[in-house]
């Protein structure tokens, strides 16, 4: 009896999976946590040498601890039903967890750590506890109980770091944050119950790919954010408004580059893929580098909007340049993951860009802004003239496909 009230929990296969306004809303803590990443970002634009590697690598596991706060919920979205009530008490639990890190984030690795660490806590922790206790006796509730062990198990290193001396901070929460990847990549194994084969996992395939989507736009949309703050609060000039230019015709190309063609067929790749649980992991990863990508390089235009024709500033091309190559290096890798191939277009842009970064470091900033749109845009046209005259490409994902003895009473 206990397992069949556990099963009302899970997605039928009637259920749409298309995102709900719920988790729409769930989003709206997520812009504000990306901006507040993108400001942090933005304030090494002046950094050099070390300060600006380490201020880098603390902004970017501040990223990564929210991106797996989102990514998770986005998984528990696509395999129970999100019009239960216990699972909208569950996203909108994690919403106001979420916001908690932004508004944080700014400090977080200062006086804010310990709310910080306790939002992020209260996710990891508390959040697969109450999901185990809603499945009762079905035997999918022994995923979120592994969750909530290895949770348990960083839990000292976040609490040391948020509560022990600063300069100890950074490496805890770096460890912290390190284990909890790798629980995540191994299955969290727990001895006597084993690992859970992520692979397996029935997820709503149209639901993981609307979600990935969505973070994308929203990413993009911030960039957007950051090209009209930016122009708006400083004073007009002819260059302050053709870099504004630049800037937006930069984003509309990844735009562009990202739907075509394989970001607008994640649904129908993970239709075809035998065990979208495996695919699903792997787009995972992927649009954490896409993301990440969009948000260096609206730091770029930031930097190149404010002061279009200033001195050379080589570190600028961390964000200028760096952006937009890993951007299209996370692109190659999702064209493999839907298609099982790699365009050249993209690997030309990525080969251009490298060999074109010297002579950048020598100009003005405005000189790599336009350099990299230019290099956005020969891959958009490539792409073009490639499918010119032939019928849409049907997706052929190599990862994911069926085996036998995949059925798992977990999944």
Known sequence: MAARHGADLLRPPTSSGRATFLELFFDLAFVVALTQVSHRFADLGDDTGWTLVTGFGRTLL???????????????????????????????????????????????????????????????????????????????????????TWAVASTPLWLAGALGPERLLPPLWAAAVAVDYLAWALGWPVPWLGASAVHRWRVAGTHLADRYQQMFLIALGESILVIGVVFGGTDYSVERAAAFAVAFATSALLWRIYFYRAGLLLTDALGRAGMPGRLGTALERTHLLIVLSVLVTSVGYDLVIDDPFGPPRPTWLLFVVGGPVL?????????????????????????????????????????????????????????????????????????????????????
Request: charged letters at 15%; hydrophobic letters at 55%; aromatic letters at 6%.
């Open 62 to 148: 501040l990223f990564m601890a929210l991106w797996l706060v989102w990514s998770h919920t986005t998984w528990i979205t696509s395999r129970y039903e999100p019009e239960r009530s216990i699972i909208q008490a569950v996203v909108v639990g994690t919403m106001l967890a979420g916001l908690v890190m932004a508004v944080t984030l700014p400090r977080a690795m200062e006086e804010r750590a310990p709310a910080f660490a306790a939002a992020y806590l209260t996710v990891t922790v508390v959040r697969p506890l109450v999901v185990a206790a809603a499945l009762r006796g079905h035997p999918r509730r022994l995923v979120p109980i592994r969750l909530a």
């Open 327 to 411: 951007f299209l290096l996370a692109r190659v890798r999702l064209e493999h993951e839907t298609f099982g191939r790699v365009s050249r277009s993209r690997v030309i842009g990525i080969v251009a860009l490298l060999l074109l970064t010297p002579a950048m470091a020598y100009g003005a900033p405005m000189l790599g802004l336009n350099v990299v749109a230019g290099v956005l845009a020969l891959v958009a046209i490539l792409d073009a003239l490639r499918s010119r005259g032939r019928p849409s490409e049907v997706p052929s994902p190599p990862i994911g496909r069926a085996t036998s003895g995949d059925r798992d009473p977990e999944a």
